[in-house]
């Protein structure tokens, strides 16, 4: 008997997924506790449309965020931070900083995007940004005494 997943069933499968299952498990256990349905002609088709669906806006999503990349790619923002003697930071350059300092350029990045070593000290050093699995962009983050 095949029936349309409604859930995440262990061993079974995952939800939206169309299985194949014996009569007595399917129909005593799957529909009975809501977990699936039966398979007709027009819930495999709606299952179709849903996945084709899900996988235009994921693509949609990759190629907004490729665009994306490509206009951060070698951008460079300046971080003002107070300084003491000797040009030693009063604490350091936060991912938020530089998020911070991507807003006024026109970038909306999420500060847990953001990936950089800790900076103590004045100058010019690397930041990634992770915009996605295996999308990502390079920038310059140049910290400057306030």
Do not use: C, P
């Not at 107070?82 to 040009?87: D, P, Q």
């Amino acid at each position: 008997m095949k029936v349309i997943l409604k859930a995440d069933v262990k061993g079974t499968g995952k939800k939206g997924d169309i299985v194949e299952v014996s009569d007595g498990y399917g129909k005593n256990f799957l529909v009975k506790k809501g977990l699936a349905e039966l398979a007709t002609a027009s819930g495999i088709n709606e299952v179709n449309q849903k996945k084709a669906a899900a996988e235009f806006h994921k693509a949609e999503e990759i190629k907004a965020m490729k665009e994306l990349a490509s206009k951060l790619n070698g951008q460079m923002v300046t971080v003002k931070i107070k300084v003491g003697e000797n040009g030693k930071l009063f604490g350091s350059v936060t991912s938020q900083n530089v998020a911070q300092a991507l807003m006024e350029k026109g970038f909306t990045i999420d500060k847990k995007k953001i990936r950089m070593d800790s900076v103590k000290t004045l100058g010019v050093v690397e930041a990634e940004i992770r915009l996605m699995e295996n999308i990502s962009a390079k920038i310059k983050v140049s910290v400057e005494a306030l």
